[in-house]
């Protein structure tokens, strides 16, 4: 009788749930849409009726089914209480007690940021290193850390947060975090757009950023591509914060590889040379030959991370 | 038939040899010089000769001796090879094989500042944690992360540089490592009689530091106990750079809690309150919570830390 696992990746906007087999291959996968409620129990009941009817239209028995891994956004501690949950309604309670009460199921879960990193590491770019970190550029910057192949979770489900390293400690302007300087404020996407806003007005050369009404981080890499110096100057910048970032965490953990990912990874090599260019002038003299990846596995890191939560 | 297991922590100018027993109670302990060799190989064939005497001259039996644990000053893998010796000599060699050849004893080897804060996490003051960082306040600053109970010693043995947190870029002079603004260059004892004289150069008022032609990080410490204005000054600014640093540290591995030991260390209370001061407003929420301790142990929290290596 074959064995599966689910992965469930809770995201603020939408859920996706992967169903693996015992050997980690994706057998299919779905999305829906995250439930709009001020009880983020509410979104756990979604999560069990959609795996409880998948096993069922599946034709399915509950004993095939090894476990559920789930990533959230937001802290949360090995034994599956989360304190709060970010932007998505009041918590305070246990996900896996709630998750197993509903299905019947062994769960297991994780932080968001940390399964991707395991995803990565696991069937992705990260493959064949047993310690990795790994960074999620997107709105805000996210972070993995993995050693010896698991997740480190932290003593209270908070490390890996390397979007709010400290790179330039003259900044007055306040990250979402409440503090000021923190590489999220450059690296992610909103903060290379607002880096682009900012060398534009003291910009007095030709550039195609300053035609464009809007300035998306995707356009700053393209007209970087293109050979805009401004642009160039803006990915640099960028680079630079993150080189920074992503040297100080090597000097605490010393992982074998970077892998870099989110919406902002699409920009391709050009993100890697620029953000290596400037980790090694920043970084002791044992760690600057570390390895520097493109994620590969998109948006389905996180379900194959959760799914190895399981089948580890 | 009673069992035992030696700890040796490899120091620039001293050797320190504990013997354990197997419950992990230092039974005895000695020290001697490190000798002056241009090949560290040397250095192990003194502690081989040492250990073999010890042995006889007590009447052991080889069969007695669980193991040798090694504490050496650079980075170190745990395969035993090490590539550089610090300032001890020409390396390129791998300790384990090397000490087990001259000794017929199984042995295991991590860096001086992770045995030393393994010891502190252990039997020290950290006791208790599963997960602690320690930062070590001498004439540099280094740093050991405790992860599970068990030292994070990285990919290539180079984890826990936490010395080398960049904590402010804006700094022009070098640090001994190639890099500027390190965390080292402010808050080790050579760092803080820096800023002290930094501090005198623009400092009008009374102070009783500029009456003294020697300036030591103990006499800043005591001169800011009994009140001094500018040696408080330069205390909260030490104490800055620490705080931010261990914020850096706190954000990618969330531990329980920090011990601070090293020679800077005996300042005491006044210590801690400085750099816990200055850690809460530069870490992310969920970390602010973590405990600050001074360390207990010593100059013997490497020496325990060794043993620790063998009796887990």
Same mark, same amino acid.
């Given at each position: 009788?074959?064995?599966?696992?689910?992965?469930?990746?809770?995201?603020?906007?939408?859920?996706?749930?992967?169903?693996?087999? @015992?050997?980690?291959? $994706?057998?299919?996968?779905?999305?829906?849409?995250?439930?709009?409620?001020?009880?983020?129990?509410?979104?756990?009941?979604?999560?069990?009726?959609?795996?409880?009817?998948?096993?069922?239209?599946?034709?399915?028995?509950?004993?095939?089914?090894?476990?559920?891994?789930?990533?959230?956004?937001?802290?949360?501690?090995?034994?599956?209480?989360?304190?709060?949950?970010?932007?998505?309604?009041?918590?305070?309670?246990? #996900?896996?007690?709630?998750?197993?009460?509903?299905?019947?199921?062994?769960?297991?879960?994780?932080?968001?940021?940390?399964?991707?990193?395991?995803?990565?590491?696991?069937?992705?770019?990260?493959?064949?290193?047993?310690?990795?970190?790994?960074?999620?550029?997107?709105?805000?910057?996210?972070?993995?850390?993995? !050693?010896?192949?698991?997740?480190?979770?932290?003593?209270?489900?908070?490390?890996?947060? #390397?979007?709010?390293?400290?790179?330039?400690?003259?900044?007055?302007?306040?990250?979402?975090?409440?503090?000021?300087?923190?590489?999220?404020?450059?690296?992610?996407?909103?903060?290379?757009?607002?880096?682009?806003?900012?060398?534009?007005?003291?910009?007095?050369?030709?550039?195609?950023?300053?035609?464009?009404?809007? !300035?998306?981080?995707?356009?700053?890499?393209?007209?970087?591509?293109?050979?805009?110096? $401004?642009?160039?100057?803006?990915?640099?910048?960028?680079?630079?914060?993150?080189?920074?970032?992503?040297?100080?965490?090597?000097?605490?953990?010393?992982?074998?590889?970077?892998?870099?990912?989110?919406?902002?990874?699409?920009?391709?090599? !050009?993100? #890697?040379?620029?953000?290596?260019?400037?980790?090694?002038?920043?970084?002791?003299?044992?760690?600057?030959?570390?390895?520097?990846?493109?994620?590969?596995?998109?948006?389905?890191?996180?379900?194959?991370?959760? @799914?190895?939560?399981?089948?580890?």
């Amino acid at each position: 009788m074959e064995q599966y696992c689910f992965g469930v990746d809770v995201g603020g906007t939408g859920i996706k749930v992967g169903l693996f087999d @015992a050997s980690g291959n $994706l057998v299919d996968k779905w999305a829906f849409d995250t439930r709009k409620t001020d009880d983020a129990k509410d979104i756990f009941k979604d999560i069990a009726d959609f795996i409880n009817f998948k096993i069922k239209e599946m034709k399915l028995n509950k004993d095939q089914i090894l476990g559920i891994g789930v990533g959230v956004p937001g802290p949360v501690r090995e034994n599956g209480y989360i304190p709060n949950f970010a932007n998505l309604g009041k918590a305070d309670f246990n #996900i896996i007690e709630e998750l197993h009460r509903l299905t019947g199921i062994t769960v297991r879960t994780a932080n968001d940021a940390n399964v991707a990193a395991l995803g990565e590491q696991w069937k992705g770019s990260g493959k064949g290193f047993q310690s990795m970190v790994m960074v999620t550029l997107g709105t805000g910057v996210g972070g993995g850390v993995i !050693i010896n192949g698991k997740i480190l979770a932290g003593s209270f489900g908070a490390a890996g947060e #390397i979007g709010h390293i400290l790179v330039n400690p003259d900044e007055s302007r306040l990250c979402g975090c409440g503090k000021c300087g923190c590489v999220e404020q450059y690296a992610s996407a909103t903060g290379i757009v607002r880096l682009a806003k900012d060398f534009l007005k003291n910009w007095d050369k030709s550039t195609n950023l300053s035609e464009t009404e809007e !300035i998306s981080a995707k356009l700053v890499f393209d007209l970087a591509k293109e050979g805009d110096e $401004l642009a160039l100057k803006v990915v640099d910048e960028a680079c630079r914060y993150l080189g920074i970032a992503l040297a100080q965490v090597a000097q605490v953990v010393d992982p074998e590889a970077f892998v870099i990912g989110g919406g902002v990874s699409k920009a391709g090599d !050009i993100l #890697i040379e620029h953000t290596k260019k400037h980790y090694v002038p920043n970084v002791m003299k044992a760690l600057k030959d570390r390895e520097f990846l493109l994620a590969s596995l998109g948006n389905d890191a996180g379900i194959y991370g959760c @799914a190895r939560l399981i089948l580890s």
